[in-house]
């Protein structure tokens, strides 16, 4: 999917680490959201929570495997 290096680390038929991550963002979000919004009071809580799991994966991402250039 993205780009033409598919040698350097392709994964799932021709889903690389980069795509993986960008989805595993949205549904970390969710996941850890609807988990806090069940556990706690208010919304503060599970906003924090989901922000910095999805923030974690975008760190992996960018600056701990960043993607590789074509």
Excluded: K, W
């Amino acid at each position: 999917m993205s780009g033409s290096h598919r040698g350097h680390g392709a994964v799932l038929d021709g889903l690389d680490r980069a795509d993986l991550v960008l989805l595993a963002i949205p549904l970390a979000f969710c996941a850890v959201y609807a988990v806090g919004s069940l556990l706690a009071q208010g919304n503060t809580v599970p906003v924090a929570g989901a922000s910095l799991a999805a923030g974690a994966l975008v760190v992996d991402g960018l600056f701990v495997h960043p993607p590789n250039e074509a």
